[in-house]
């Protein structure tokens, strides 16, 4: 199983960027995804999560209103599509996938994936 994190970059306060996760060697539309990022000295926090249809959507309350996240099961990929970006959402961010459904903790996700940096600065 592989989840390849992409889009990250260097945006402006207040910019958009859209992250995008693409997966192999899974039955895509039968895993929940997750989003999860690491900011330098802190721990990994959960950014939000979609279940295996694309019909609920889960986000912490640090991102609600701002992150939307959606999926694409013909093309295996899940979109974090990141709004009104704030400097405190510099972290490397990272996708998961969960059989069992979303859950709202950092453990208990079957796969991982490397992650990509997004940096929030003027």
């Known amino acids: 199983v592989q989840l390849q994190a992409s889009g990250g970059g260097l945006v402006q306060p207040g910019g958009s960027l859209r992250l995008s996760c693409a997966a192999s060697g899974l039955t895509f539309s039968r895993y929940a995804m997750g989003w999860f990022r690491q900011a330098p000295g802190k721990g990994r926090e959960f950014v939000g999560g979609i279940n295996w249809s694309g019909g609920s959507t889960y986000y912490a309350d640090s991102v609600k209103g701002r992150f939307t996240i959606s999926r694409d099961n013909a093309k295996n990929t899940v979109y974090p599509q990141m709004n009104s970006l704030k400097p405190e959402d510099t ?31 003027s």
């Open 91 to 121: 972290a490397v961010y990272s996708c998961a996938a969960r059989g069992d459904g979303i859950i709202l903790t950092t453990t208990r996700w079957d796969y991982w994936g490397q992650g990509t940096q997004v940096t929030v600065s």
